[in-house]
């Protein structure tokens, strides 16, 4: 398969790579780390400035009316430039299933002010048991519980998996509502996330999403934008080592003339090249509009198993600088790790495709 760039592409990661070029420096990374907070204000509006929050959102709705490649070709600068602001969960978890499912209304609500950067909306793990909703007048009562969620605390929304007697759908639930009780915690990449727990939350019918396969084809989506992030933190992390090692002496030659750091390189450049081929033929399939439940576990995993050892390489490599922390290469590690886990790691990921190839037979895999 041919994932070269078209034009329109090709102009679109350029314009994603000189913002986040620009905008993330270590004065900036450091800075938004400070807060807790885990978000960079300024890059978001930058990036509404730009319309690269409206790049999957109607045009009607003030976006640029682009699909699915073209996020994963964002999210992959992101990833470059690890980058803090809350485009997975905004982006994907939320805009893509209001932008494909979500009614008139719905997608004026939501998606015209999340292109112009005014709101936040975060999301919940699709392959979490789902929130309890049990009928109450024109909407549900919620019950239930999410953990490791993401930007709860700038959210008008968080997007979670609910259940009620017709099956799954997807509930857009206020953070400020009665009952609706949020613990933060903080990962190791200094982000903040929230236990979230639901004690009869009432949900209007207005702020649900159902649709046949909803959560599937949503969560699908979320894997391969993850492996697709992760692609850009191993890409940009296995640059700045291999300068590194080009520069750093050791008995009069570079690092990078001995034999044992150039097999070491080798490795971590086939694991990436699988990474980024995997990934952009999920990326692809998904565009077109196909079931790639297949594709994206193998995506995903691929990112999970490869990316781990990437980022281990690059740490070793970079010895004592590695554990620097005015240096950059500690924040491609911790990123890697936690996208490695994020929606579970390389073995789950295992699981799930050989659960699905016992079902329905080994035949299906394209």
Request: charged fraction near 25%; glycine fraction near 10%; hydrophobic fraction near 45%.
């Amino acid at each position: 398969m041919d994932f070269r760039f078209n034009e329109e592409q090709e102009a679109l990661q350029g314009l994603a790579r000189e913002i986040f070029d620009n905008e993330v420096t270590p004065e900036r990374l450091k800075a938004v780390e400070s807060t807790g907070e885990g978000i960079d204000e300024e890059l978001w509006s930058r990036l509404a400035e730009a319309n690269l929050l409206g790049l999957g959102i109607a045009e009607n709705q003030g976006g640029m009316g682009m699909g699915f490649f073209e996020l994963c070709v964002l999210l992959h600068e992101m990833g470059r430039a690890v980058a803090p602001v809350p485009l997975l969960s905004s982006l994907i978890g939320a805009a893509c299933p209001l932008a494909e499912f979500g009614s008139e209304a719905q997608r004026d609500r939501w998606l015209a002010p999340l292109a112009k950067g005014e709101v936040v909306l975060a999301a919940g793990a699709l392959d979490a048991l789902p929130i309890d909703a049990t009928p109450s007048g024109a909407g549900w009562m919620l019950s239930g519980s999410c953990d490791h969620v993401a930007v709860v605390h700038r959210a008008k929304r968080v997007v979670l998996r609910a259940r009620d007697a017709e099956g799954d759908f997807l509930a857009f639930v206020d953070p400020k509502a009665q009952g609706f009780k949020a613990r933060r915690g903080l990962t190791s990449r200094r982000e903040p996330v929230f236990s979230i727990d639901l004690n009869g939350v009432d949900l209007d019918g207005a702020e649900a999403l159902r649709a046949p396969n909803i959560v599937r084809w949503t969560h699908q989506r979320m894997l391969v934008a993850l492996a697709i992030t992760h692609v850009g933190v191993c890409e940009r992390a296995l640059e700045i080592t291999t300068a590194f090692l080009g520069e750093r002496e050791q008995f009069g030659a570079p690092l990078a003339s001995l034999t044992a750091v150039q097999h070491r390189c080798a490795d971590a450049y086939i694991g990436l090249d699988a990474m980024r081929w995997m990934t952009w033929m999920a990326a692809s399939r998904l565009e077109e509009g196909l079931d790639s439940a297949r594709e994206a576990w193998a995506a995903k995993f691929w990112a999970a198993d490869a990316g781990s050892k990437i980022a281990s390489a690059v740490q070793h490599l970079h010895g004592g600088m590695g554990v620097d922390m005015d240096y950059a290469i500690h924040r491609y590690f911790l990123w890697s790790k936690a996208l490695e886990l994020a929606l579970g790691s390389a073995t789950k990921q295992l699981l799930e495709l050989g659960e699905d190839m016992a079902r329905t037979g080994p035949e299906e895999f394209e």
